[in-house]
């Protein structure tokens, strides 16, 4: 199918489905609609190939299978659809947000801009209308309106209100993150005593308790998020107030009891000073907006108590002990992970990996092993024990034997996530299989997948040797140190201006040359003709015995002649 028709039929299907909800009083938007159409057509008990164009059956099924999960309001798998969904669409990081915020107001007020900057006033009365919208622009500018409403007035006391309102927040995201955490680990500590009882996880079943965990735990994280935002308001806003403290200051010590000041002095005091109450009310806009993230995400916590009321889980919780995620972390902080143990996978340690705190952990730093042994069970990693670097990601572990079994075989225990995720598609976003899932992206976090990728550093002994001459020698041969000398080529060549050529070069001149040749000389060259004979006669050998004498006294000598013919030899 082509993909503007493909297009063309999943619109008409979120169409269909939007229709069908609100006939039964629901009214969900077209992107809460999408991300249900997505998460049915995943799950595999469904039966949707998609490797195959939909038939109308298929369509008529899917529709079904969407209604019925929309329309159903005790289900807390829905709820977090709807949470993950409307952060989404409203949360934005702080640098894009104060864009936007500028780009809006100068937008809006472009036209009283463009007034002021086109008008040509002579007369009286055009020059009083034009001093009017000026001073409307400024109002509107500064966010302060009219100066006789006492709402506005107090406007003015923006760093007052700042460090009223962000405490204030910041107890409010505390208590409810506080409530959140307690919720998760009593969730937590129920799921773990499920997992043990096959029985009783069949009795509990309807109860949807992990489907409720994955609902607190996103809630924690997006107040953690909202909370982190809050915290770098309130450091800007201390450093913005002395620094509005310290350009006060300056001014008073400028002006004094002057009547006139130079311009020049006082002029880059007043725009440092616009620029602060600029930010000032920067930073109040962006409060407020954090403030009521915080208050709407509430609206999707309803039904912990209709399905948990207290009683229920205390008697879920009965014979159970609560651990919170610090606990845990605890319990399991000797163990580590032995390297002797390991001759192919990399592991990483706090005390020989650099950034160790800044990596970005899979599954949001939950233990992948125990999600996928049990029934979707989430237990915080321990980076202590352990990081695990498998395929240039990284893993971390609750206990040393959850991290020897993921080892063995990483890639099954990753298609086994996978797979529970495509029967509760919260959990794409909950523990960020974006990857895995690239067309479930959202918007605000395609742009910063690569940017949070912080590579480790892995720290190790080395040695570095200072080079003697570091830039290449630049030795000048016509330097002379010696100033005598120095004096003598001065006077040398002050001498040689005052003579006069000898010899001019022209036109006609230049050709004429001094040239020289070369000869090659003659080669000596000898011939060689028969080898060269020789004849040889025999060498005189003769001998004389008797000389030494004998017996007698009279020496007898005899001579031999052993000198051979000449034939022979």
């Not at 969900?28 to 109308?56: C, H, I, W, Y």
């Not at 409203?90 to 809006?104: A, G, I, P, Q, W």
């Not at 955490?181 to 005593?193: D, G, L, N, S, V």
């Not at 990081?387 to 991290?403: G, H, M, P, Q, V």
Request: a neutral charge.
């Amino acid at each position: 199918m082509p993909p503007t028709q493909a297009e063309s039929v999943i619109k008409n299907i979120i169409r269909e489905i939007g229709q069908e909800c609100a006939a039964h009083g629901e009214i969900t938007s077209e992107t809460v609609v999408a991300f249900m159409v997505k998460a049915v057509v995943l799950d595999p008990s469904n039966g949707f190939n998609m490797d195959r164009t939909l038939v109308k059956t298929d369509v008529q099924k899917l529709v079904k299978l969407c209604v019925a999960r929309l329309l159903d309001n005790k289900n807390p798998s829905l709820d977090t659809i709807k949470m993950q969904v409307y952060f989404d669409m409203n949360y934005t990081s702080r640098e894009d947000f104060l864009e936007e915020h500028h780009r809006v107001l100068e937008s809006r007020l472009g036209i009283v801009s463009r007034e002021i900057t086109d008008t040509r006033a002579c007369a009286k009365e055009e020059l009083e209308n034009l001093y009017r919208k000026i001073v409307s622009y400024v109002l509107l500018r500064s966010g302060l309106g009219s100066p006789t409403d006492i709402k506005i007035v107090r406007e003015a006391t923006v760093p007052a209100i700042l460090l009223e309102a962000i405490p204030a927040t910041t107890h409010h995201i505390d208590s409810q993150l506080q409530i959140a955490q307690e919720q998760a680990f009593r969730y937590t500590a129920i799921i773990e005593k499920v997992t043990n009882n096959p029985l009783m996880a069949k009795e509990l079943q309807p109860y949807m308790l992990k489907e409720a965990l994955y609902n607190v735990r996103q809630y924690e994280i997006f107040l953690q998020t909202v909370l982190s935002d809050i915290i770098t308001c309130a450091e800007e806003v201390e450093l913005m107030t002395k620094q509005l403290a310290a350009q006060l200051e300056q001014l008073k010590m400028t002006v004094k009891s002057k009547t006139a000041v130079p311009t020049s002095q006082v002029f880059p005091i007043f725009i440092a000073l616009a620029s602060l109450w600029t930010s000032f009310q920067d930073e109040t806009v962006l409060i407020s907006v954090l403030s009521n993230l915080t208050t709407n995400l509430e609206l999707f916590l309803g039904t912990h108590d209709l399905l948990f009321p207290e009683k229920v889980m205390q008697g879920l919780l009965d014979g159970v002990i609560v651990k919170t995620d610090m606990t845990r972390i605890e319990e399991h902080l000797e163990e580590k992970v032995q390297l002797a143990d390991f001759r192919v996978l990399e592991w990483l340690f706090p005390e020989t990996t650099a950034n160790f705190n800044k990596l970005l952990i899979q599954y949001r730093g939950f233990c992948g092993y125990t999600f996928a042994v049990t029934d979707g069970l989430l237990l915080p990693g321990n980076p202590t024990i352990g990081i695990l670097k498998y395929k240039e990601k990284y893993y971390t572990f609750n206990s040393r034997d959850a991290a020897y079994s993921f080892a063995e075989n990483p890639d099954h225990y990753i298609n086994l996530i996978k797979e529970k995720a495509k029967k509760n598609a919260e959990l794409i976003q909950l523990l960020e299989l974006h990857q895995q899932f690239e067309t479930l992206i959202p918007y605000s976090q395609m742009k910063d997948v690569d940017k949070h990728f912080i590579k480790p550093i892995t720290k190790c002994e080395n040695g570095t040797q200072t080079d003697t001459h570091i830039l290449p020698p630049t030795i000048v041969r016509s330097y002379e140190w010696n100033e005598w000398e120095l004096r003598r080529k001065a006077i040398q060549l002050a001498n040689l201006r005052q003579k006069m050529t000898h010899s001019v070069q022209t036109d006609l001149s230049h050709m004429r040359r001094d040239n020289a040749s070369q000869v090659y000389p003659l080669k000596e060259v000898g011939t060689q003709s028969k080898r060269e004979g020789s004849t040889r006669v025999p060498r005189p050998q003769i001998f004389i015995a008797g000389l030494r004498g004998g017996q007698s006294k009279t020496t007898h000598g005899v001579k031999i002649n052993l000198t051979r013919a000449v034939d022979e030899t």
